[in-house]
């Protein structure tokens, strides 16, 4: 069985190279929409795949990541990372060009490493991340599985290559959590989603206040 998951964030970038001159040589942006597949022959304690509350936790906070920044390719232009480094608190910078493909691409490992490193208490079993859809626009979205975020046909893509701002490790639950995910460190999901909640926005208010 496969279940959905809808995110959001807003998000601009420049992606080189490609034919569309406006996309290739001008800052833009777009509202994107991010669809997290998950899928599991089983089902849980409570009779689902997946609690939808749970991928509110670290997939939606790493998701989030990407919201009112912008997102820069490390092999572009040394002056043009710095100027934007320097004029934007919250920006990411991937290995490979920030198009719906490589987004795709992206999420999926971010995803795929929550989930092996994510302790379940709910009786989960066997449950996978079936596929990425990256959203770009309302008529054109990529959607990624395991073999293509893997592929080294499309350009590698190693985890501890990403990098996140400082401001947006600071608004993250936990600032280690991205060093956790990259070193496999053991993510324990809550037994109480609701009660979770409340410590969780307790302390990302705190951190940003």
């Known amino acids: 069985m496969i279940i959905r998951k809808l995110f959001k964030f807003e998000n601009a970038h420049i992606v080189r190279g490609c034919t569309t001159q406006r996309c290739s040589q001008n800052i833009h942006g777009h509202s994107y929409k991010v669809e997290v597949l998950l899928e599991s022959n089983y089902l849980d304690d409570g009779q689902m795949v997946y609690d939808f509350g749970l991928t509110k936790l670290a997939i939606k906070e790493m998701i989030d990541s990407f919201d009112h920044g912008i997102t820069l390719w490390s092999k572009d232009?040394?002056?043009?990372?710095?100027?934007?480094?320097?004029?934007?608190?919250?920006?990411?910078?991937?290995?490979?060009?920030?198009?719906?493909?490589?987004?795709?691409?992206?999420?999926?490992?971010?995803?795929?490493?929550?989930?092996?490193?994510?302790?379940?208490?709910?009786?989960?079993?066997?449950?996978?991340?079936?596929?990425?859809?990256?959203?770009?626009?309302?008529?054109?979205?990529?959607?990624?599985?395991?073999?293509?975020?893997?592929?080294h046909l499309m350009g590698e893509i190693r985890l501890e290559e990403i990098m996140f701002s400082k401001q947006v490790q600071k608004e993250w639950s936990d600032p280690e959590i991205w060093n956790e995910l990259i070193n496999f460190g053991t993510i324990t999901q809550p037994d109480n989603v609701q009660r979770f909640f409340v410590l969780y926005s307790t302390v990302v208010f705190q951190k940003i206040s």
């Open 77 to 151: 232009d040394p002056n043009y990372l710095t100027a934007m480094k320097e004029h934007s608190t919250r920006w990411a910078e991937l290995p490979v060009s920030p198009s719906a493909e490589q987004f795709s691409r992206v999420i999926y490992l971010v995803v795929e490493r929550i989930l092996e490193c994510t302790a379940m208490q709910n009786g989960e079993r066997e449950v996978k991340l079936h596929s990425i859809i990256v959203h770009e626009t309302d008529t054109g979205y990529a959607q990624g599985f395991r073999e293509d975020a893997h592929s």
